[in-house]
């Protein structure tokens, strides 16, 4: 094991033998990550029960680190640091847990991008395009959980992503570990695929977020959603639809009428799943009409959105629903 304790010579050779799977990792050789968090999962393991004690949370996190590694070994600059790397992930994971329920973003932890941009720590990733092929492998059901708790910023929570989805929080944990399970073996299934373009497909559902917004505010959803949205598409609560396309419309008009814009600060982009994550900017007049962010949670068919979900952040301080409220 590699908590074991070791002489110079042989932590060295641990060290270099580290290194040669990072860089392997990193050039997108599956083998060679798996090998890593086998040779580190007792240290993180450690960690997580030092920290959380024995129960659910500990494997959580474990896994949870584990697809952080994922998506973040290209950014390791010291390959032969990759231990101490792992164990921080899975320590600030914990101290997150403990925290608060409402968890900040999973990738906070982790230090930022040089350019601050939101969406960098994706684009970044070396292994994006093979992830997201993976994540399209899965169903629905375990798609939505897994995509919120991972790739959002601010729907990370068991609670929040329970809210999404109409289900109890030991259903999204279950559904989070069968996740995960299935993403191995689709990551495996996937490997030697074509990949597309995951930065690509997020800047162009960049673009769109922010001409969505800024064509409402000019008067035309309703073209809008003739043009990328199907004509049967249908807003949900939970697992309900509660209208269609004359209420969008209606939704958007009276926020608009009200003063509230809207401004994308997020954007997650799939084959079959996208999410904008939305600041909701209250009139000066109102500033509790609307809460302070919604997140557009849509389900895509060709390219097109079919099913929409709203999940509004809570407000710091509860305030009465207004009628204008879409969900």
């Not at 949870?64 to 994971?93: K, S």
Request: aromatic share 4%; charged share 25%.
């Amino acid at each position: 094991m590699m908590d074991q304790i070791m002489t110079p010579d042989t932590m060295a050779y641990a060290q270099r033998a580290d290194a040669a799977l990072v860089r392997a990792a990193q050039s997108g050789e599956i083998a060679a990550l798996g090998l890593l968090l086998e040779r580190h999962e007792p240290g993180m393991r450690a960690v997580a029960l030092s920290i959380l004690g024995p129960g659910p949370d500990t494997q959580d996190v474990v896994q949870d680190a584990a697809l952080t590694a994922l998506r973040r070994i290209a950014d390791l600059r010291d390959p032969q640091a990759v231990g101490p790397w792992l164990r921080m992930i899975v320590r600030n994971r914990c101290y997150g847990l403990l925290r608060d329920t409402r968890r900040t973003e999973p990738l906070e932890a982790l230090p930022p991008s040089p350019s601050g941009d939101p969406q960098q720590w994706l684009e970044k990733a070396a292994l994006r395009d093979w992830i997201w092929e993976a994540v399209e492998q899965l169903s629905p059901a375990l798609r939505l959980p897994l995509v919120l708790r991972h790739f959002s910023r601010n729907l990370t929570s068991y609670e929040q992503i329970a809210q999404v989805c109409a289900v109890p929080v030991g259903t999204v944990r279950s559904r989070l570990n069968q996740g995960r399970a299935k993403l191995a073996a689709a990551l495996n299934a996937t490997a030697d695929a074509a990949h597309s373009d995951v930065r690509r497909r997020t800047e162009a559902s960049w673009q769109q977020a922010h001409a969505t917004i800024d064509e409402a505010e000019r008067g035309n959803f309703s073209a809008v959603l003739a043009q990328h949205w199907s004509p049967e598409v249908r807003l949900m609560r939970g697992a309900d639809a509660v209208g269609g396309r004359d209420l969008l419309l209606r939704g958007m008009e009276g926020d608009l009428t009200a003063g509230v814009r809207q401004r994308p600060r997020h954007v997650v982009a799939g084959r079959s799943l996208a999410v904008w994550e939305m600041d909701l900017i209250n009139p000066a007049d109102d500033p509790e009409h609307c809460p302070p962010a919604v997140a557009w949670i849509m389900n895509l068919s060709g390219g097109r959105v079919r099913e929409l979900r709203l999940h509004h952040a809570q407000r710091t301080q509860a305030g009465p629903a207004r009628q204008g409220d879409v969900a």
